[in-house]
């Protein structure tokens, strides 16, 4: 399975509070219904992170234990 593995997440911060814990694996990330980017790497990851622009919130989409989730995670 293609994404990025969860290493690290910051107590408090808003992934943390949405659930995200280390060794999730994030395969795709939701900037709107129609604007959904694949992530298979650390620099496409980034890249979609870039794309941001005014957007204050993102959905992960995260594979876990063979279950696919989606986090909505607020943007500071």
Avoid at 21 to 27: A, D, E, K, M, V
């Amino acid at each position: 399975m293609e994404g990025v593995v969860i290493s690290k997440v910051k107590p408090g911060s808003p992934a943390a509070i949405e659930g995200l814990r280390p060794s999730f694996l994030i395969t795709g990330i939701a900037l709107s219904l129609n604007n959904q980017k694949k992530i298979r790497t650390v620099a496409e990851f980034e890249e979609a992170l870039k794309d941001l622009g005014e957007i204050k919130h993102i959905i992960l989409i995260v594979l876990h234990q063979n279950f696919q989730r989606y986090y909505t995670i607020k943007m500071n």
